[in-house]
């Protein structure tokens, strides 16, 4: 077992009226996602995540990057939401309000039982025309990806005939700003914030915990390893989101 939780967190947690939940990609490590700053395997053992998920990248090799996120799909739709997924939905069960916010392109939170997730990063399941913009609707089935991942063309826009790029934010790109304003307002409003699983490198993201801790709020890191959070959250707890969410339940 790791640390113990300081008895105050958990009158905080019985107290709070308003909590918000900020997670990345350490929170479905425990699914079997890997995170972004993980060696890649296979096909991609070459890259880091961070060239494949830019658009030029896309522009440059769009089979190499959407094979990507087709074989990311299928790891998706074959994981199960985990301990820290399912008790971060139980938690909004026994707390006036909770919003999860989540960097995260999966849909874990929601197969777990959290509603009104707020996606900062986009969802891997909602892929776009790049030329005009519109939605595409995926097949049913998990994509039927080979184990080390392949090349594979992106299908084409039925309206523009445009090349599909997955529904992510890439590097560079604004966030959806619908998702931003809502992330931002309930980091104004809460009155509890927890920050689960994110090395919180990537901005505009990682100064969401800064509005709150601003305020004055209570701030917990749950996370195994240091980040660049540890000097700006109140409360530290070091471990895996799986055993420490569930703990805090
Ligand atoms: N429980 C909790 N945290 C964990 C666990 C676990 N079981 N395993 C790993 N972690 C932590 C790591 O210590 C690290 O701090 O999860 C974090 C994962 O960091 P990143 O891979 O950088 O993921 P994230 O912070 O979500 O990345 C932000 O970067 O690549 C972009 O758009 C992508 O949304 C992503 C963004």
């Not at 395997?41 to 060239?51: D, Q, S």
């Not at 959407?66 to 990311?72: L, M, P």
């Not at 307002?185 to 914030?193: G, S, V």
Request: charged content about 20%.
């Amino acid at each position: 077992m790791s640390e113990s939780i300081p008895a105050e967190l958990f009158v905080l947690l019985r107290t709070a009226r308003h909590v918000v939940v900020l997670t990345g990609a350490g929170v479905s490590a425990e699914s079997g996602i890997p995170t972004f700053r993980n060696k890649m395997m296979g096909l991609w053992e070459r890259y880091e995540a961070e060239e494949l998920a830019r658009a030029d990248a896309f522009r440059r090799d769009r089979a190499l990057v959407w094979g990507w996120y087709e074989w990311r799909r299928k790891l998706v739709m074959l994981a199960q939401p985990n301990p820290a997924h399912l008790a971060i939905a139980a938690l909004a069960e026994r707390t006036p309000r909770l919003t999860v916010i989540t960097q995260n392109v999966d849909d874990l939170h929601e197969r777990a039982g959290s509603r009104g997730v707020i996606h900062l990063h986009g969802e891997i399941q909602r892929p776009r025309c790049f030329a005009c913009n519109r939605p595409f609707a995926f097949g049913p089935g998990i994509p039927d990806e080979p184990e080390g991942g392949r090349r594979l063309e992106p299908p084409r826009c039925a309206h523009c005939n445009g090349y599909i790029r997955p529904g992510v934010v890439w590097f560079g790109e604004m966030l959806p700003q619908d998702a931003w304003k809502a992330a931002a307002k309930a980091c104004e409003a809460c009155d509890l914030m927890f920050v689960v699983g994110t090395s919180a490198l990537v901005h505009p993201a990682a100064s969401l915990p800064e509005i709150a801790a601003r305020r004055g709020v209570p701030t917990v890191q749950v996370n195994p390893n240091a980040t660049a959070l540890d000097d700006v959250m109140r409360f530290n707890l070091t471990g895996a989101a799986g055993e420490i969410m569930p703990r805090l339940l």
